[in-house]
């Protein structure tokens, strides 16, 4: 059959298809960020080109809405059984129903919460844009479930996405997309937060060492000041997420882990609660701990959209466990942080970072202690020359001083030739260092 003639049946079998309805939700998901966005839809060659790489095309002008492209979506699958090579330049994933979504991601044997519904997926990916098809950070999305997220972000034009999976149960639809489309998507059975255990395991999937995922990836380590290598979007789980964002930190510190290849820019979604603990402001004599701080000097910290807890589905058939506190905790918060460029210097690195993050907790331990008394059993009798030099009273308590001061504080102990750290052993290295 010629060339021509193959094309002649294509548009035969588009006509035939008409402009059946897509299936909607009807959802409309509420956001503090502003209504939904309608999403731009993906718009390759599948056609490789000489170097063995995908394309990139420009939409065209005319091209059918997205409510009538979605039908057509195999219709390269049916160019492919008659020519080597396809003709479809769109080639459109159906996200699915939230029934159909529902009973896939309850399929999981662990507690997860998981994006069903089609709309809330669709303002997720607004949301991790717009520059998908532009950007050339890797995203990474922990946990895809039954992939409605994953096929969103696709459908939007996501360059490349690696879905690091868990969960067995998923893996075998999530590598069936992959081979379906043309080098956008990767599968890796993994978990995000047991990467390089600290303890001494016998390595297998999920758990595995950071620099053979990045490795096989063909991702190269980046320097801190440039731009952002990649992105991470995973739903926390509220019992946990405390310990996971402990976690990321040390390893943001140390340079450590995915941080070890740059700048890794993460996107989650966080108990309200805990986002509004992220958050806490000096006076909070509760909530304003060496956490926050730690946190605040280290990235950028955005608030994306709240969603309520009823827009995601738990894999669970108790009813999870949502933290009550004086915070209001009625929403998941989609909460952006970026890794700052300037946070390593000459006075702080990865090598002194940990006395940071003993200082930070020690001072933390008693809020109304004044600063300037605990300056003077770490360094003489210092205090006062150094809370003039940081323009702060000798009145000043530990619980009332910015981020920002804390870090000059550190470098100017730093440079104090009579700072001899002897009240780093105060309490031992190990339950400081790593302890929460």
Not at 94 to 112: F, H, K, L, P, Y
Not at 149 to 174: C, H, I, M, W, Y
Not at 420 to 436: A, D, I, K, M
Request: proline share 5%; net charge positive.
């Amino acid at each position: 059959m010629s060339s021509q003639s193959v094309r002649l049946f294509v548009v035969a079998v588009r006509h035939m298809c008409g402009h059946s309805l897509v299936r909607h939700t009807g959802r409309q998901p509420s956001s503090s960020c502003g209504p939904g966005v309608l999403l731009q839809r993906r718009a390759y060659s599948l056609d490789r080109g000489t170097a063995g790489q995908p394309q990139l095309q420009q939409a065209r002008k005319d091209r059918t809405p997205p409510s009538s492209s979605l039908n057509h979506r195999n219709l390269s699958a049916v160019a492919v059984s008659v020519q080597c090579e396809p003709l479809c330049k769109y080639d459109f994933l159906d996200v699915g129903e939230v029934d159909e979504n529902t009973q896939r991601a309850q399929s999981c044997r662990t507690t997860r919460r998981f994006i069903v519904d089609p709309a809330l997926a669709s303002l997720v990916t607004h949301h991790l844009g717009p520059d998908l098809e532009d950007s050339k950070a890797v995203l990474f999305e922990c946990n895809p479930g039954p992939g409605v997220l994953t096929r969103t972000l696709l459908n939007a034009g996501a360059q490349r996405v690696v879905a690091l999976e868990s969960e067995k149960v998923f893996l075998p639809d999530l590598q069936a997309l992959e081979n379906r489309v043309d080098g956008q998507l990767e599968v890796v059975h993994c978990d995000l937060f047991k990467l390089d255990p600290l303890k001494k395991v016998v390595m297998k999937p999920p758990a595995m060492y950071s620099d053979k995922l990045f490795t096989d990836l063909g991702i190269s380590e980046a320097n801190w000041t440039d731009d952002v290598p990649a992105k991470v979007f995973s739903i926390l789980t509220p019992s946990k997420e405390r310990k996971q964002l402990w976690q990321l930190l040390y390893s943001l510190y140390e340079q450590n882990s995915i941080f070890r290849y740059g700048r890794v820019e993460l996107n989650f979604f966080i108990s309200e609660c805990e986002y509004q603990k992220l958050t806490a402001k000096t006076g909070d004599a509760l909530n304003y701990r060496a956490y926050v701080i730690l946190w605040k000097l280290a990235c950028h910290i955005e608030l994306l959209h709240k969603e309520p807890w009823e827009s995601f589905v738990s894999s669970s058939k108790i009813k999870l466990f949502i933290p009550k506190g004086r915070f209001s905790n009625d929403n998941m918060c989609l909460v952006r942080m970026t890794p700052r460029k300037d946070l390593f210097s000459s006075s702080l690195t990865t090598s002194n970072a940990p006395i940071l993050f003993m200082m930070l907790k020690q001072l933390m331990v008693r809020k109304r202690n004044r600063l300037a008394d605990m300056l003077n059993v770490w360094n003489l009798d210092s205090g006062p020359t150094i809370m003039k030099a940081l323009g702060l009273s000798k009145k000043t308590k530990t619980g009332d001083v910015s981020p920002e001061t804390y870090k000059l504080l550190f470098e100017l102990l730093n440079t104090c030739p009579d700072f001899t750290q002897s009240w780093l052993y105060q309490e031992t290295l190990e339950s400081s260092w790593r302890g929460s």
